[in-house]
């Protein structure tokens, strides 16, 4: 990773929500349950811009919704500089950026960098992604806009059954045009992806395997960024470098925080258990804070004991649940869910690779710890030395 790109991973970002609307419909929307139609008040959305600098963010991300569409948009960004921050990035489906006036007067503002949620490279795929016939050559032409422009862009492109088997082709039509960074999402079990269009979007594990394998290939391209978002690991094997920063953790059980402080407390289910948990990011995580949170661990093991490894590893296999270190209970005797999410990375987090399938003993082991899958590769997992 090259010093500028580093920097800007560790930079304090701060989101700022303009709209609970947007003028797509895609199929995947995560975020259709929070869409009331409305854009934010503006003062609102100053006072969190100005909060975001107080607590010394650096970077200031405007997303929605679609962030564009905020009658105040062009004025926020300005008033994002106005209030210090070293870059202004915009989260966007890409259409308001098709209008060149729209695009001069935003980068003139000071919007740096544009992140451009483009699924597909063809007009009929995409417009049935974003639900919107016509979308296609609009975001194309913000697309191109920003490029012309010299804002820093980027691809979002959240893989399902439709656009899976063509991402190799979306990533090299992107290429061709000039973008050289990408985060592949994997889709999350909630919203209108799930409760509207399951069957059309979730993918089978080969093909989602495959598919990737296939356009990974173009992972050692000079200058070319790949990142993953929620894509399992096990679908990342010979490309676990691409696998998310673990401690990415922390983000997605905290936007879930009362539900486990619930679970802690009480002893509560999280009220999403169910369909949706097969095809959820933190299953692993949710499943152990669940056995955690009924007293089913074992109090004996030493709280500092290194992660075991695996059979075909040579190490005992399963074994029990390890103990806590004391840290993660509370003054009030609960566990305290952060401190858990600490825990959790540093011993539990274990991942197998999708051969670990026609493993012996597969249904027993919990693989291996992800910081040694990640350093090694799932390749090190292997079912025939299972003895
Ligand atoms: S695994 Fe946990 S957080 Fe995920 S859907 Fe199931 S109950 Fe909810
Ligand atoms: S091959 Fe997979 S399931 Fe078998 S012991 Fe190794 S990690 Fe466990």
């Not at 592949?184 to 979730?202: K, M, Q, S, T």
Request: charged fraction near 25%.
């Amino acid at each position: 990773m090259d010093t500028v790109k580093h920097a800007a991973v560790h930079q304090k970002r701060h989101w700022v929500r303009l709209t609970r609307a947007c003028n797509n419909r895609c199929m995947f929307c995560l975020d259709s349950g929070a869409h009331d139609g409305h854009a934010i008040p503006e003062d609102q959305v100053r006072a969190r811009i100005v909060q975001g600098r107080a607590d010394g963010a650096q970077r200031l991300i405007l997303s929605g919704g679609e962030p564009t569409i905020h009658p105040r948009f062009l004025d926020l960004v300005a008033f994002g500089r106005e209030s210090g921050y070293d870059w202004i990035q915009t989260i966007t489906n890409g259409r308001m950026m098709g209008y060149r006036r729209f695009a001069d007067t935003a980068a003139a503002n000071g919007l740096r960098e544009a992140t451009f949620s483009m699924h597909a490279h063809r007009a009929d795929l995409y417009d049935r992604l974003v639900g919107v016939e016509g979308a296609f050559p609009q975001a194309i032409r913000g697309l191109r806009n920003a490029l012309d422009l010299r804002l820093v862009v980027s691809v979002d492109v959240v893989l399902n059954r439709l656009n899976l088997p063509h991402l190799r082709e979306i990533l090299e039509f992107y290429m061709a045009m000039g973008v050289f960074e990408f985060d592949l999402l994997y889709l999350v079990p909630f919203g209108r992806g799930f409760d509207e269009f399951r069957a059309e979007l979730y993918p089978d594990e080969a093909t989602v395997r495959l598919e990737l394998e296939r356009a990974l290939a173009l992972a050692g391209t000079p200058g070319l960024y790949l990142w993953t978002n929620r894509l399992p690991i096990r679908f990342l094997e010979g490309h676990e470098e691409l696998f998310q920063d673990p401690h990415k953790l922390y983000d997605e059980v905290l936007g879930e925080r009362e539900s486990f402080r619930e679970l802690f407390a009480d002893g509560r289910d999280p009220a999403c258990l169910g369909p949706r948990c097969g095809s959820c990011f933190i299953e692993g995580f949710c499943t152990a804070a669940r056995r955690y949170a009924a007293g089913d661990w074992d109090r004996t093991a030493p709280a500092d004991a290194e992660p075991p490894l695996p059979r075909c590893m040579g190490g005992p296999g399963d074994v029990a649940a390890p103990t806590p270190d004391s840290g993660v209970v509370g003054d009030d005797g609960r566990v305290v869910v952060d401190r858990f999410v600490a825990f959790f990375i540093r011993r539990l987090y274990r991942v197998k690779s999708l051969r670990c399938r026609q493993c012996e003993v597969c249904d027993d082991c919990c693989g291996v710890h992800v910081e040694v899958a990640r350093r090694r590769g799932l390749g090190v997992l292997d079912p025939k030395k299972v003895v």
